[in-house]
Nanobody, 113 residues
């Protein structure tokens, strides 16, 4: 599975961004797709995930602010991020698990005034 992430950028606190992850195959057949992030000096952490059945999971720090969704026609997974704060600054990575783990390239999200 090849994954292409996009949509990062610089945003002010309280703002929104939408990340996209385009996959090379049918995302609804992939066991789990998710978004991880890694801030400087910190370990990579799970932000949100969605199973092939549509069950979603979120890190406590992003619940009620971030939403993961899928577009069947575009084979794309999105991460809608609202009410961003400086603690959300990180490189965000798209991830897929289908027997093996696949990673997309990271996309930088910077939240700063």
């Amino acid at each position: 599975v090849q994954l292409q992430a996009s949509g990062g950028g610089l945003v002010q606190p309280g703002g929104s961004l939408r990340l996209s992850c385009a996959a090379s195959r049918n995302i609804f057949s992939i066991n789990i797709m998710g978004w991880y992030r890694q801030a400087p000096g910190k370990q990579r952490e799970l932000v949100a995930s969605v199973t092939s059945a549509g069950v979603t999971n979120y890190a406590d720090s992003v619940k009620d602010r971030f939403t993961i969704s899928r577009d069947r026609a575009k084979n794309t997974v999105y991460l809608q991020m609202n009410s961003l704060n400086p603690e959300d600054t990180a490189v965000y990575y798209c991830n897929a698990f289908q027997g093996l783990v696949y990673w997309g390239q990271g996309t930088q999200v910077t939240v700063s005034s």
